[in-house]
């Protein structure tokens, strides 16, 4: 009889005593925020792994959230893979399409072959954000990269307590609410564990990787009340003494040499001292929120851990913990509460800001610190995310491998760069890089492994320099030396004033040594040219507000008009209509049942912003939401039962040439219809003129947070048949809209 051959090939199997990987990776995290890095914060668990392992004091990333994942999940240089910048626009130029390309492969892709199976959770923003919705296209989500089952979100941000949420390759409703308790952090740990067990249960002897990326410590800051103002009496000393306090802990610690330098303030950050009483109180809170984040993170990692220890998997679990950049600048000066007013042009005075300051960290918020605190939070770094100096690109980074790493509670100063952490993960399994992915030829890993200095602590560093770009502005380090040149936008480039660094000698780039040394200045320059032309990081473009607007035009500037049939589920924001600063038109086809239906017809935002054309008691209203300031307009008459026309129409009466904040774009009418006529109207100058929400659109229903005065999800009574959304001429500005975009990175 003929031996029996499967029809398919036998699963792949790992090396003998492959470990498992995980990755917990944080957003905005500064580098001094980790209590093992010298904060106050409370990070119990996250410096336990650190006594099991390794801290690295010289680990670089990019300076941006999209561009760091894209360099950590290939083991490449993020313009050379396509993520130059964001995610959320498409320049055209090779280095930034925001999409990786698939000659890079992901660390997922390298280890499937080799018996992986791979695991992601949380933030992923290394896709366009037009491809984030129910039709995609997907291959660019992780599923189509290598991660055999995904929970999270696909955009930058999401706010805590209403996600937008993604399983695998579909949208998915929250599974709770503020008031029931649930928390974003929360729901992500208990997805792991879920997946690891499950993992166990069908696949013991099998490796995983578990890519775990919180949101975190990402506006919009919200975290439990009690955890947040516990942390007041922390942090009411202010910034400047918080530098300080950090710093001298630091030192203590062996993180930064005896000799390390406080640099001057941030530009534009003043001495505590300066602000009174109720600046203190407000920038105290705000502070305390983002503080309470990590400390809440933090308790949930615990989770984790804990059950890789009961389930015996901690002993040959390779860990990692880090940050994806320095932390965040997009707070301004004074902070903010809620973020969405701004950026519509509706101030929010220092006023409001302390009217709402038991507000900060809840679900009707969009918080951010001020700058004051961020510079706090990369001690002693200078500057922050989007630059390239220390603050916005020497990040935390710990590895722990029990089994695999004697090294227990050390530290390491050589330098490394996220493009680095695949082939040294890659060496520590004795696995090669793959010379084709799905039958694609792959580019070069241009990262190097640091695996020798995770046993030896004199090790040397890496042998090639490495370059730095994010919005023009540049860096390179090369032999222990770094060039800066801080880029102001709309100045010509050749105006840059580069600087010189020691670092060996200098930790904290206080002293500018280009005037002693031009001639390595000048050499280090000439390397940054050459290392821009070889990995797509040329033309140099500054222009990051008129790239948003063109993408945005070349995107959805040919649509006039939305159709959403019954059935449709969630829309996230950068695939549903976009209704900035243009005359529009809503019309709901409905079926009403009763003189008093009530549900909504179409929702886009949340409580911090958007729109919401809904009924209550028969009556149709219109709820346009510009940072928690409503302008509303209920019909004059009851919708009397019967197949209906219910719309609204948005008429730009006049047009401000220099729109500013607090008087709007101009003036704007919201009319009411009933089949086909009017039925009541209002006039503002709110209207929306940077964005609309990063929550996205619902059709018969308002799923999250709502966005009006009901509860959620509020579900339209009647037989909704389709929505039509007719959008006019739009004028967008291209500063307004870049700025609000960089707000959500």
């Known amino acids: 009889m003929e031996e029996y051959k499967p029809f398919w090939p036998e699963p792949p199997k790992a090396p003998e005593g492959a470990p498992n990987i995980l990755v917990v990776l944080f957003d905005d995290v500064g580098f001094s925020d980790f209590g093992c890095y010298g904060s106050p914060i409370k990070t119990p668990t996250i410096d336990k792994i650190a006594e099991k392992g390794v801290r690295y004091t010289g680990f670089h990333t990019t300076a941006m959230c999209s561009t760091t994942r894209a360099a950590l999940l290939t083991g490449r240089n993020h313009h050379s893979v396509g993520v130059g910048c964001l995610a959320n626009f498409d320049s055209g130029y090779p280095g930034y399409r925001g999409k990786i390309a698939k000659t890079a492969g992901t660390l997922a892709e390298m280890l499937r072959p080799n018996g992986y199976r791979n695991y992601m959770i949380g933030k992923w923003h290394v896709n366009p954000l037009h491809e984030s919705g129910p039709t995609g296209p997907f291959d660019g989500w992780p599923l189509s990269r290598g991660f055999d089952r995904f929970y999270g979100f696909l955009d930058a941000e999401t706010d805590q307590y209403a996600p937008e949420l993604v399983r695998d390759n579909t949208h998915i409703d929250i599974p709770g609410t503020y008031e029931s308790g649930y928390h974003l952090t929360e729901d992500l740990v208990d997805q792991s564990i879920r997946m690891l067990a499950e993992h166990q249960a069908g696949a013991e002897k099998t490796p995983w990787l578990l890519w775990c990326a919180f949101g975190a410590c990402h506006a919009p800051h919200q975290a439990p009340k009690d955890i947040i103002k516990s942390y007041d009496s922390m942090f009411e000393g202010g910034w400047d003494k918080e530098r300080e306090r950090r710093l001298s802990r630091q030192k203590e610690l062996g993180i930064v040499p005896e000799n390390t330098q406080m640099p001057p303030r941030n530009d534009g950050v003043k001495a505590w001292d300066e602000f009174g009483p109720d600046e203190h109180r407000l920038y105290t809170r705000l502070q305390s929120a983002y503080a309470g984040m990590l400390d809440h993170t933090d308790r949930h990692i615990t989770r984790l851990i804990d059950f890789l220890e009961e389930s015996g998997q901690m002993d040959n679990t390779l860990i990692l913990v880090l940050s994806d950049n320095g932390a965040s600048q997009e707070g301004g000066r004074n902070g903010l509460i809620n973020a969405m007013g701004p950026f519509n042009l509706r101030?929010?005075?220092?006023?409001?800001?302390?009217?709402?300051?038991?507000?900060?960290?809840?679900?009707?918020?969009?918080?951010?610190?001020?700058?004051?605190?961020?510079?706090?939070?990369?001690?002693?770094?200078?500057?922050?995310?989007?630059?390239?100096?220390?603050?916005?690109?020497?990040?935390?980074?710990?590895?722990?491998?029990?089994?695999?790493?004697?090294?227990?509670?050390?530290?390491?100063?050589q330098f490394a760069h996220c493009s680095d952490v695949v082939p040294t993960l890659l060496e520590l399994l004795n696995i090669e890089p793959p010379k084709e992915v799905n039958g694609i030829e792959q580019q070069p890993i241009e990262g190097q492994s640091f695996k020798e200095s995770l046993f030896n602590p004199d090790a040397p560093s890496r042998d090639k320099p490495q370059y730095f770009e994010m919005f023009g502005h540049r860096g390179i380090w090369q032999d222990g030396w770094k060039a800066a040149a801080f880029h102001p936008m709309g100045t010509p480039f050749e105006n840059d004033q580069w600087e010189l660094y020691n670092l060996d000698e200098d930790f904290s780039e206080s002293r500018d040594l280009a005037s002693e040394h031009p001639e390595r200045l000048e050499k280090m320059i000439e390397s940054w040219w050459e290392q821009a032309k070889n990995n797509q990081v040329l033309p140099l473009d500054d222009r990051f507000a008129p790239r948003f607007a063109e993408n945005a035009e070349r995107l959805q500037g040919d649509r006039n008009i939305?159709?959403?049939?019954?059935?449709?589920?969630?829309?996230?924001?950068?695939?549903?209509?976009?209704?900035?600063?243009?005359?529009?038109?809503?019309?709901?086809?409905?079926?009403?049942?009763?003189?008093?239906?009530?549900?909504?017809?179409?929702?886009?935002?949340?409580?911090?912003?958007?729109?919401?054309?809904?009924?209550?008691?028969?009556?149709?209203?219109?709820?346009?939401?510009?940072?928690?300031?409503?302008?509303?307009?209920?019909?004059?008459?009851?919708?009397?039962?019967?197949?209906?026309?219910?719309?609204?129409?948005?008429?730009?009466?006049?047009?401000?040439?220099?729109?500013?904040?607090?008087?709007?774009?101009?003036?704007?009418?919201?009319?009411?219809?009933?089949?086909?006529?009017?039925?009541?109207?209002?006039?503002?100058?709110?209207?929306?003129?940077?964005?609309?929400?990063?929550?996205?659109?619902?059709?018969?229903?308002?799923?999250?947070?709502?966005?009006?005065?009901?509860?959620?999800?509020?579900?339209?009574?009647?037989?909704?048949?389709?929505?039509?959304?007719?959008?006019?001429?739009?004028?967008?500005?291209?500063?307004?809209?870049?700025?609000?975009?960089?707000?959500?990175?």
């Open 562 to 745: 939305a159709i959403f049939h019954r059935g449709v589920g969630h829309i996230p924001s950068d695939v549903a209509p976009d209704l900035r600063s243009r005359d529009y038109r809503i019309e709901a086809e409905a079926d009403i049942d009763s003189e008093n239906t009530s549900g909504v017809l179409i929702a886009h935002g949340d409580t911090t912003s958007g729109y919401s054309l809904y009924m209550k008691d028969g009556h149709l209203v219109h709820d346009l939401n510009i940072g928690g300031e409503h302008v509303i307009v209920t019909s004059d008459r009851k919708v009397t039962p019967g197949r209906r026309l219910l719309g609204l129409r948005v008429d730009r009466l006049t047009k401000e040439e220099k729109p500013r904040m607090g008087t709007g774009m101009g003036r704007s009418r919201y009319t009411l219809t009933i089949d086909g006529e009017d039925a009541g109207s209002v006039e503002s100058h709110l209207g929306f003129f940077m964005l609309i929400s990063w929550s996205g659109l619902d059709i018969g229903r308002d799923r999250g947070n709502p966005v009006g005065d009901y509860a959620s999800p509020f579900e339209f009574e009647g037989f909704l048949r389709k929505v039509t959304v007719h959008m006019g001429t739009q004028t967008l500005d291209g500063e307004g809209v870049g700025k609000a975009e960089m707000a959500r990175e």
């Open 347 to 413: 101030p929010e005075p220092m006023a409001e800001k302390l009217a709402r300051i038991e507000d900060i960290g809840g679900p009707d918020t969009h918080t951010n610190f001020p700058h004051g605190w961020a510079m706090a939070a990369n001690t002693p770094l200078k500057r922050y995310k989007q630059n390239t100096h220390g603050g916005g690109i020497r990040d935390p980074l710990i590895i722990s491998w029990p089994k695999g790493i004697p090294a227990r509670g050390e530290l390491r100063h």
